[in-house]
């Protein structure tokens, strides 16, 4: 098939049905008279010998309707030109009749078979095309599944080093890193689940790590969400702000507002756009009151892990800018970090459950 292909020839002024191939068919028909008058002191009883071709490389260039045509207009130069008697339609013996019907139907023939070699053709140079296409998306799917997987044995690597640092013993290191690779697992199952060109939005990232607590934000309740549907988040940054959520909602489980039932946690965010960058960013304030904090002096609870991801990892990364503070009835966490200037594909917020 390859080797067949080198015999299209594509000419787009020159495509089927298009006003250039009929006018190749009359070329070609003149052409082929012009050459037959030229060797007829050499050729006898071959009328058809120069018109054969033509009708072949007009179907090529030309297509099916020119093919016809050419062949018609071939029968008629050869009756008009070269079949006694010349300058007449009308032939004398009946085998010049059979003879011109056998060149219209060996013609057609001939006219029907390249047909369906440039059918096959362009079907074969469709679907090498479309071939050639899966293979560069398969390629760059496979180069950015390389790279995430770089980045998320790092990121599994890192988060190893750092839960083993802040954990007293071996069973507290077990359930903080199994929570902590599940927060990964959810992060990047997020990132997949995107269609083309969509995002993940911060209320849905907020719900899944809401849900995987098993906590609801109803009136009344222990916590309040304020915020706006739909705000597009850059997937780089998915991970590490997926990963503060979660030490935010565990500190909040353990020692703060989602512990004690005088308390209440209220989580707040907006979008605006930089005035320096004319870029979108995401503002999230946590914010919890009514917590019985421990006197001033005690010990701080917890490992101090997600306070650590929160003032330095996230501006070293992302240039986000946070602040983290133990107030007197509870933690006042702000970040405020670069979002997705695309649109997202949904704004819909998933039910929550557990």
């Not at 052409?31 to 008058?37: K, Y």
């Not at 359930?175 to 689940?193: D, I, P, T």
């Not at 979008?271 to 995401?282: H, R, V």
Request: charged share 20%; with cysteine; proline share 6%.
């Amino acid at each position: 098939m390859q080797r067949l292909a080198l015999l299209y020839i594509d000419l787009p002024a020159l495509r089927p049905g298009t006003f250039g191939s009929y006018a190749l068919a009359f070329l070609s028909v003149i052409v082929a008279t012009a050459l037959r008058f030229a060797i007829d002191p050499y050729v006898a009883g071959v009328q058809f010998i120069t018109f054969y071709p033509a009708a072949v490389i007009t179907t090529l260039i030309g297509g099916f309707r020119a093919g016809v045509f050419c062949t018609l207009l071939s029968a008629a130069a050869v009756e008009f030109f070269f079949i006694e008697p010349p300058f007449t339609f009308y032939p004398s013996r009946p085998s010049e009749v059979i003879a011109i019907v056998i060149f219209i139907l060996g013609s057609l023939l001939d006219v029907t078979l390249i047909t369906a070699m440039r059918f096959a053709i362009e079907r074969y140079r469709e679907q090498s095309e479309a071939l050639r296409e899966s293979q560069d998306r398969l390629g760059s799917v496979v180069a950015e599944l390389q790279h995430r997987t770089r980045n998320l044995i790092s990121v599994v690597g890192t988060l190893a080093k750092t839960t083993l640092r802040t954990s007293p013993t071996l069973g507290a290191f077990k359930v903080s890193f199994q929570a902590r690779l599940e927060v990964l697992g959810r992060a990047q199952g997020l990132l997949f689940r995107t269609q083309d060109g969509g995002r993940v939005t911060f209320d849905e990232l907020l719900d899944t790590e809401l849900v995987a607590k098993c906590i609801h934000s109803e009136k009344n309740g222990l916590v309040t969400l304020d915020g706006p549907k739909g705000i597009p988040l850059r997937s780089r940054t998915i991970q590490s702000l997926a990963m503060a959520l979660h030490e935010l909602l565990t500190n909040a489980v353990k020692y703060g507002a989602l512990n004690q039932p005088n308390a209440h946690l209220t989580i707040r965010w907006r979008q605006d756009t930089s005035a320096e960058s004319g870029k979108p960013w995401l503002h999230l304030d946590w914010k919890e009151s009514g917590v019985e904090m421990p006197p001033l002096g005690a010990v701080p609870e917890g490992s101090g892990q997600g306070r650590e991801l929160i003032e330095r990892v996230l501006p070293y990364q992302f240039d986000a800018q946070t602040s983290f503070a133990m107030e007197p009835d509870g933690v006042h966490c702000t970040i405020s970090i670069p979002a997705s200037d695309e649109v997202s594909g949904s704004s819909e917020r998933r039910p929550l459950a557990c």
